[in-house]
């Protein structure tokens, strides 16, 4: 056995323990590596999360400030949201009167800025004719800043 050792098997127990320390080294970078990757998608979920919540409360203010700006507490009101930039401006449409949506002369409402005490700022609106989409060609009796930012038939 002794033998075996003088031979050649010191060296074995060096390349063991050498393969062991790299083996080591390596598991240590993956742990690393795995760690803050955990830590990345924690916080992207966080923050979708946190950015979520701030988008469902804007709307449930949209709703409420419609409803509180018309005197009609429908519920079928459809809210357009502006994807193009990051603005938190919303249109809210819904009928003047009873019906299905759509079916009855529209109100639609520009609504931004901050929510303050459940509702948000109108800044501005048009109508829609019955059983029509919300397509700037159909839009008339614009007011407040619609006819500026948004494209209104006169």
């Known amino acids: 056995m002794s033998a075996e050792r003088a ?22 970078a993956e742990t690393t590596v795995l760690l803050i990757v ?51 401006r919303e249109v809210v449409c819904g009928n003047l009167s009873p019906g299905e949506p759509k079916q009855r002369t529209q109100l639609c409402l520009v609504i931004a800025g901050p929510v303050v005490h459940g ?4 800044s501005g609106g048009w109508y829609l004719p019955a059983r029509a989409e919300d397509e700037s060609s159909m839009r008339y009796g614009c007011f407040g800043s619609a006819p500026v930012e948004f494209t209104c038939r006169r």
């Open 38 to 88: 955990a830590l990345l998608l924690a916080i992207a979920t966080v923050n979708d999360v946190v950015r979520q919540v701030h988008v469902n409360r804007r709307l449930i203010a949209d709703l409420a400030t419609w409803r509180s700006y018309t005197g009609r507490h429908y519920h079928n009101l459809s809210i357009k949201q502006d994807y193009s930039e990051h603005f938190t």
């Open 119 to 122: 509702r948000r700022h109108v």
């Open 7 to 28: 031979s050649g098997g010191g060296f074995d127990d060096r390349a063991a323990r050498g393969a062991r320390r790299e083996s080591g080294d390596l598991r240590a």
